[in-house]
């Protein structure tokens, strides 16, 4: 699997710091997009200065190629191609090809990936004995981290980070085994026997398949599950520098091996501020309907700064308009509710919360809208999926996104072991007494 990696940045002048009698002229670079960013490369060298910036808001970690989003247009491309056109020509196979090799694939390219994906989806027979060990009640993200960085433990012949070949096995590995880990994960969660993959049906099916077939009864994939499974993943596959894969980027600069640094990824995503809000935002509307349905009561509440209640669902770092994705998602919702004839008082519940938010003044000012995770749980409900499994999902959608950038990092010129600087701020030198004067 080769890559293209452009990382190429033109020259866009210089700024001039000064600080007491120093002076120093700084870079500017430009990406293709015509974004800008101080190359603060030599500030230290020069001057002793580091720089601060809690949640990196205003810092780039790296130069990529793999995803370019917009916030304040609202605009999110991978390689290039806008999610829309994405979403609505592609799969989820096909996106995944895209961004792990930058280009979209030929037909006998789709053939051959499928088939390299179809032929790695078991796990060894041997690690479906850890699933005995972990608590019936187990959250789901948490046995996905551990099976998946216990990938490294039996695949000890592939984990050597600059051998193209161990990489592009593992690769496989990973897009076809997480499914099967997931979906294990969920039987083990009621008690069910795990279903084995099935190499005829595609991804999606073969996933929802693993999910909700038995060995007592066969399960026949509803093919509007597939088509809104297959978009969920797509929408989900990339988001540039987000949380988790910056913890993938992280990890993978110290050389560990691809498994260890998508485990890394997954327990990232887990929170409820990222990945986990979908499961957390499905818990609020549930909170909210129970409650009578009084979402000016919740919305007031997020708006109070002595909550730490918020909106589950809404707000993005880099979003200040709408998520272009939360957009094809909910008319992914529209589409799914109306087929199947489900009235879900969630989805009620979530169109007037948006609503109500979208004209409050605290929103309005912050540019808080509603994200990627604030429709798609009232899409997974309606497949049946469970609450706990939401991230889970996410997780399957953001590997090849996790993965693109694995091997962007890896193939960098120069590329370095990710290490931050601080501003010290504890107790200065002191002299420790021994603890018989204390
Ligand atoms: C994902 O980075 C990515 O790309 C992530 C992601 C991806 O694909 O990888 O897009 C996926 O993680 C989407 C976000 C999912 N998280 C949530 O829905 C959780 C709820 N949202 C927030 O907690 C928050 O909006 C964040 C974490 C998403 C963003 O946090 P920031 O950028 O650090 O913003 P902030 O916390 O500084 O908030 C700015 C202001 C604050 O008010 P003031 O201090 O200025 O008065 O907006 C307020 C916040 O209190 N605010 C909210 C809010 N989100 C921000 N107030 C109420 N409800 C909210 N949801």
């Known amino acids: 699997m080769s890559s293209s990696v452009n990382l190429e940045t033109q020259d866009a002048g210089t700024v001039r710091l000064t600080y007491g009698d120093q002076e120093i002229e ?3 670079v430009e990406g293709s997009e015509g974004e800008r960013g101080i190359d603060i490369s030599a500030l230290r060298g020069s001057t002793g200065l580091v720089t601060l910036d809690e949640g ?3 810092t780039g970690s790296t130069r990529s190629a793999v995803t370019f989003l917009d916030g304040e247009k609202g605009i999110l491309r991978y390689r290039g191609y806008p999610i829309e056109d994405l979403a609505a020509h ?9 961004l792990i090799h930058g280009e979209l694939p030929s037909p006998a390219e789709a053939a051959n990936f499928r088939s390299g994906i179809r032929h790695h989806t078991m796990i060894h027979e041997d690690m479906r004995s850890f699933y005995n060990g972990f608590p019936r009640d187990a959250h789901p ?9 216990a990938l490294s433990t039996f695949y000890q012949d592939s984990m050597q980070v600059d051998d193209p070949d161990q990489v592009e096995i593992s690769i496989y590995r990973l897009l076809a085994k997480l499914p099967t880990i997931a979906a294990y994960a969920y039987k083990k ?18 996933f929802l398949h693993m999910m909700f077939a038995t060995p007592a009864h066969d399960h026949l994939v509803d093919p509007d599950f597939a088509e809104a499974l297959n978009l969920l993943l797509i929408v989900h596959a990339d988001h540039e520098q987000n949380c988790s894969t910056s913890t993938v980027r992280m990890v993978g600069s110290s050389n560990a091996n691809l498994f260890a640094s998508i485990s890394a990824g997954i327990g990232a995503l887990w929170g409820p501020l990222h990945g986990g809000a979908n499961e957390a935002c499905v818990n609020m509307l549930e909170q909210i309907a129970a409650d009578g349905g009084n979402v000016k009561k919740y919305v007031d509440m997020a708006k109070d700064k002595n909550s730490s209640f918020r909106l589950m669902g809404f707000g ?5 308009n709408f998520d272009p994705r939360a957009q094809i998602i909910r008319a992914c919702c529209d589409k799914l509710l109306a ?3 489900i009235d879900d008082p969630l989805f009620h519940v979530a169109q007037e919360l948006q609503d109500v938010a979208l004209e409050d003044e605290y929103f309005v000012e912050r540019k808080l809208y509603p994200n990627v995770d604030f429709y798609s749980g009232v899409i997974y409900r309606a497949m049946g999926i469970p609450v706990q499994m939401f991230t889970v999902l996410f997780s399957l959608g953001r590997l090849p996104g996790w993965i693109a950038h694995w091997k962007e990092l890896h193939a960098t010129p ?11 701020t504890g107790q200065n030198e002191r002299t420790v007494v021994p603890i018989e004067n204390r």
């Open 56 to 58: 990196f808001v205003n």
């Open 141 to 149: 993200m948490a046995i996905l981290s551990s099976v998946v960085g």
């Open 316 to 320: 993005h770092r880099v979003y200040k």
């Open 339 to 341: 087929k199947l004839n």
């Open 189 to 206: 969660s009621i008690g069910q026997p795990f279903m084995y993959p099935n190499n005829d049906l595609d991804y999606c099916e073969n």
């Open 26 to 28: 700084l870079p500017v």
């Open 90 to 98: 592609c799969d989820f196979v096909e996106v995944a090809y895209l």
């Open 414 to 424: 120069g590329k370095r072991i990710y290490r931050p600087r601080q501003i010290y």
